[in-house]
């Protein structure tokens, strides 16, 4: 016999599981101090500026 499952109760935990993965993703986001938000910002800069140096001019 397959399982009963109270749907309204299976639609909450999916609700809260998805709640919970947001606020991870949040905390990772926003739960970093000036400087190693600066870093991050600078490091991307100097990647998208040494990637656009090696493109090839279109003559």
Not at 3 to 32: P, T, V, W, Y
């Amino acid at each position: 016999m397959a399982e009963i499952i109270n749907l309204r109760q299976a639609r909450k935990q999916r609700a809260r599981a998805e709640a919970q993965k947001d606020a991870a993703s949040n905390r990772a986001a926003h739960g970093r101090s000036k400087a190693e938000r600066n870093l991050t910002d600078a490091q991307a800069d100097k990647a998208a500026k040494d990637l656009d140096g090696h493109k090839r001019d279109e003559d």
